[in-house]
């Protein structure tokens, strides 16, 4: 098989030299590692071959240039689409209904650490709207306010049960605090 390989190639194999231009310079152990950035490289390598083809770059003399635009854009695609993906995936879940989509493990809040988590101010800000949730559970902001008052040994305020939720954030919020958890600091 080798031998027909080599017989039969007639000259440089192009996606072996094009996976050989870019490819990440890393050493590690785990057998598997090696076999994920081959298989990515071919994926990138064939994206570009196919891109080419259907005529991407037409009129530009210096391939090498060519090939290392077409790499930046390709890299900028996969970050934004990793980025978008999980909006996406809980879109879908709540078109589909499919509960085990929208639960995630919580941030528990204690007496010793109030605190509101970060993925509250990160997306669009249309993203973030109030839909029915699998389950009641006890409002975010309200837990919150409660452990704030603990901690500081003041008068304890009503801790809300609802069966709403951001669909943004994946946290159960009553209408009164919808607002207020967004724009807290």
Known sequence: MIDDYNHWM?????????????????????????????????????SYIAATTLGWG?????????????????????????????TRRTRRALLTNTPSLLQRTRLRTSTKNPRLPDHRKY????????????????????SYLFFKAKKA??????????????????DHLCSEHFDLYHTIR
């Open 58 to 86: 037409q009129g530009r003399s210096i391939k090498h240039s060519l090939h290392k635009d077409f790499l930046c854009k390709y890299i900028k695609c996969l970050l934004a689409r990793a980025t978008t993906f999980e």
């Open 153 to 170: 040994r003041q008068p304890l305020p009503v801790v809300r049960r609802h069966k709403k939720m951001c669909l943004a954030c994946k």
């Open 123 to 142: 997306g669009d800000p249309s993203d973030h709207m109030r839909v029915d949730a699998p389950k009641q559970r006890n409002c975010r902001m309200c």
């Open 10 to 46: 007639l000259g440089v194999n192009k996606a072996d030299q094009l996976i050989a231009c870019y490819r990440p310079n890393l050493r590690c152990r785990r057998n598997w590692m090696p076999l994920l950035f081959h298989g990515l490289d071919v994926a990138r390598v064939n």
